[in-house]
């Protein structure tokens, strides 16, 4: 018998786990699904962290490495950043049109508000994004490229949000391999080649676990889902997000189609595992190993390009949550009554833009931000909890559609920063199991 494609394994995982969610709910299985269950979900998640590290070291070293001069690694560098901040300004503006067009705020009850004030906006969690928030705006405007570099290589790689700083410090690592030429740099040009393949086959391992793994995540994601009346109170604010975001995915596609000649549908295909997955963990970092080998291996993206643009993607450019952030704020400020000047808007672009890099590519992580956006178009400070509370019960369903966004156009990227500069060829799958006979 044929087997079945990766990414419907994972999506009747996924299926499954949503229906069993729902039987849990009904028989009242909720302590079981979160103690029994969801661990296995919490595990998949770890094991992808776990290999995040080492495989951007070692895939970006191979890269750089493989590089035969220096300027074309500027080269990719200035296509990428000037993409990402397209992208992402594009993003912007789709979600500010479709929000001021449908308006999704202004038919909200007054009822509907004071429910959903008064279960969440004193709520540990709305309190503390607005705790967080604060954290991160007491800095100077330069303070996110002293982030960036690491005063401590190895303190650096110990902590999987500094991924910033281990590019930092890999690039320069890299660049010096290449300095002192190839005869000298050999050994650990084999060392990293070496280790590279290690890792990607450890994310091969680890996808045979995957189906298992999205079933225990979406069987919890929905035992532990808000009242569903709130959720339908928030309907059209939900849909006018999900819509936004499906015309980022067009507007993908249409650049796949135009600039590479691919179809974009064998694209997706291609890329569907890595959806699947960020939809299912909310995290594009936890994704990011997934969406490296999608990338080099099924859509056959050079090692040189993908090395740098997905892991420096995964963290800075996050096209989906940008969307989200204007659409959730322009929402919020409609459903409040505070009208919204045209420099206001012109500032949520800026402050998404800006939020969007800032955001850390975890679950949740956009609504941090968001209070940086509500904040920059001088919203009432005393009622930042109440319009986080307005958003807050649809919050993890969005967050699961927005990484979708926020990786697929991580991956467009890769992809067309990879065809300007000659670097996109036939892709060679590996499997997990291609020289599994060999040591059996
Ligand atoms: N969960 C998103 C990501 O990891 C970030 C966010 O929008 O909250 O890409």
Redesign the pocket.
Known sequence: MKKLALHWQILLGMVVGIIFGFIAIQFGWKNFVSNWINPFGTIFVKLLKLIAVPLIIASLIKGISDLKDISKFRNIGVRTIFLYIATTIVAITIGLLLVNIVQPGKGISEETISKLTNTYANSSSVQGKIIEASKQKSSGPLQFLVDMVPDNAIKAMGNNASMLQVIFFTIFFGISMLLIGEKRAKPLKKFFDSLNEVVLKMVDLIMLFAPYAVFALLANVVVSSNDPDLLVALLKYSLTVVFGLLLMIVFYMVLISIFTKKNPLWFLKQLSPAQLLAFST????ATLPVTMERVEEHIGVDKEVSSFVLPVGATIN?D??SL?QAVAAVFIAQALGFDLTFTNQLFIILTALLASIG?A???????VMLVIVLESISFPADKLAIGLALIFAVDRPL?MC??VV?VTGDATVSTLVAKSIGKLRKPKPKNWDDNYDSVK
């Open positions: 909310s995290s594009s970092a996050m989906g949550t989200y955001s590519a975890v679950p949740g992580a956009g609504m967050d927005r990484t926020n």
